[in-house]
């Protein structure tokens, strides 16, 4: 009875038809590695990637970027564009906490530049010469299945923003 057990959890585990989503290699027009999306979405049937319909669009936003699992939204990818950098960006991000989706910010480097971060979350700014010559891309990743913090954690997010950072500016600032 025993190996029955271990062989039908086997056979769950390793199974293909178990029902889970591809994990894509584009989120809205802007190339990702999937190995390192991959760690930041929960489990699930359908993966749904789409860019809300918002009349009038937010100022500066050039990409609003949404995730869903299952219909229940997992993560928002929000990349606006500046004619200079915003001087302290812990200061434009204490001003509006809530809008970042960061709950631990710590302070950090992702791909050499400033980074404020936690496992469900990133905001930075990077240069981006193509929309001007002091232009920023300021990059806001959400993790919404999050809960909690952890160095693990922040690490996957940092890994997954600095590959989302180079792909943008690949796309927007040529």
């Not at 749904?48 to 219909?71: G, K, Q, W």
């Not at 906490?97 to 960061?102: E, M, N």
Request: net charge negative.
């Amino acid at each position: 009875m025993a190996v029955a057990l271990i062989l039908l959890g086997g056979w769950m585990f390793f199974r293909e038809d178990a029902g889970s989503y591809a994990v894509p290699s584009e989120l809205c027009e802007v190339p990702v590695d999937s190995s390192t999306l991959q760690p930041l979405l929960p489990d699930g049937e359908e993966l749904e990637v789409y860019e809300p319909d918002v009349d009038p669009p937010p100022a500066a936003v050039i990409l609003m970027c949404r995730v869903h699992i299952d219909s229940e939204g997992a993560m928002a990818l929000n990349v606006r564009a500046f004619p200079a950098p915003s001087g302290d960006l812990m200061e434009k991000f204490r001003a509006a906490r809530s809008a970042y989706g960061i709950a631990n910010p710590h302070e950090d480097t992702i791909g050499g530049e400033y980074a404020i971060v936690d496992a469900g979350g990133s905001l930075l700014e990077t240069a981006c010469p193509g929309q001007g010559e002091e232009a920023i891309l300021e990059i806001n990743i959400k993790d919404f299945s999050v809960q909690g913090d952890s160095d693990e954690g922040r690490e996957r997010m940092k890994n997954f923003t600095e590959d989302f950072m180079n792909s943008a500016r690949e796309v927007y600032c040529r």
